[in-house]
């Protein structure tokens, strides 16, 4: 079914520009939240220690959007 939707998405015209775009958003979401995380370190709401341990999810999802 996943795989169906997927076929049809990437066979419509414009599909790889709608798939960047959302790609950019998801990056830029990543920034957002590494800056709010920043934050929370900075007023003690959180230690060193939880900020790279978000810090590491994070990357990884940045690694699996393919950052340019």
């Not at 169906?4 to 015209?13: F, G, L």
């Not at 830029?28 to 920043?38: G, H």
Request: no cysteine; proline share 3%; aromatic share 0%.
């Amino acid at each position: 079914m996943v795989q169906d939707i997927q076929d049809r998405t990437a066979s419509q015209p414009g599909s790889a520009q709608r798939r960047e775009s959302v790609r950019h958003l998801q990056l830029a979401l990543l920034q957002v939240k590494r800056d709010a995380l920043t934050d929370l370190r900075d007023s003690g709401r959180i230690d060193d220690i939880v900020l790279r341990s978000v810090q590491e999810v994070l990357d990884v999802e940045e690694i699996r959007l393919g950052r340019p």
